[in-house]
């Protein structure tokens, strides 16, 4: 995991053999300086340029993307504080984001748990029905009919989804404890998030990019989009303050989008939504805990990571989550 406190961009134009020419642009990123940034920019570029000059295909810039999508390029958020290989940022719409290389989060999506039903297909479908309730009846009323099956069709998926929701609590329990007796020195941590539940495994460390890590959270529907990004990035994450809007925080973070690093004359601007943000906040959680699975025994790294996240997400403040 590298999330760099120091970023800089080189940039060079080329004649290519066939007469044409290039610019091309690479990121340097860096712990120590900006002047170490810029030379690991130049180091990269110089590649890129040689792979072009030899006729390799090569994009011609990196992306400038925080977190999703940000392909071999480290995750570019401003580093709000550090705890030894854990790194708390602020991602790009301004909540706080911790960060580990070797600790599991899994996020489940309670919508990724619970058939969707196809409204268009039924759509499709009783409007067929319709047509042919028509050929064979005759009269208008059959379409009448099309639309009252097909207004039933629609309750009938409504309570469906509202039976399951009410229930997911209770299964994503007992997946945990199936997984649990099937690993026995497994120890698990369950917690509701807004948008459904999350997961931290404290028995053992893991690598975010290795086998164990993600057959782990396919089994557990995590999302596929986060699941790329643990490779991707060779960490693990979790968002430990509440989303703006669901604070009623409707203004976006200064400026947007909020790619770190920003220009200094713009600080201003961050500085004073992020002061608004956290008298928002007050009050609210990130996570509910619910509940441990297993009789393994805690690590101490996932000890020393479940401890910062539960105090900076006031998982067990009994405060709304938001």
Known sequence: MIVPSYWSEAKRRIELPSGSSLT??????????????????????????????AGEKVSQR???????????????????????????????YGALCLN????????????DLVPAGNVCLGFFFLVGVSVLLKWVMGGWYAFFIGAG???AYLLLLFYIRRRTFSSLPNRVRQKLAGYCEQHPNS??????????????????????????????????SSDQIYMTMCRRQACFRARVTPKPWRVGLTEHLKPRPGVWPIQKERMPDRIRWVKEYEEKIR????????????????CST????????DRLCRSGSGDPIA
């Open 24 to 53: 091309l642009r690479r990121f340097g990123w860096s712990d120590l300086s900006e002047e170490d940034a810029t030379r690991i920019a130049e180091e990269r570029l110089d590649v890129a340029c040689t792979a072009a000059l």
């Open 100 to 111: 580990t290389p070797n600790v599991l989060f899994a996020d489940v999506d309670a919508e």
């Open 187 to 220: 120890l698990l941590r369950l917690y509701e998030t807004p948008a459904g539940f999350r997961i931290l495994l404290m028995h053992q460390e893991m690598d975010p990019a290795g086998e164990e890590a993600q057959e782990f959270m396919k089994a557990f």
């Open 302 to 309: 996932a000890q020393t990571v479940m401890e910062l996240h």
């Open 283 to 298: 009050g609210y959680a990130a996570c509910r805990f619910l509940a441990e699975f297993g009789r393994g025994q805690a």
């Open 149 to 151: 099956l097909y207004a």
């Open 62 to 92: 990196d992306r400038k993307v925080p977190y999703l999508g940000s392909d071999g390029v480290p995750i570019r958020e401003e580093i709000v504080d550090r705890f030894g290989d854990h790194i708390l940022t602020r991602n790009v």
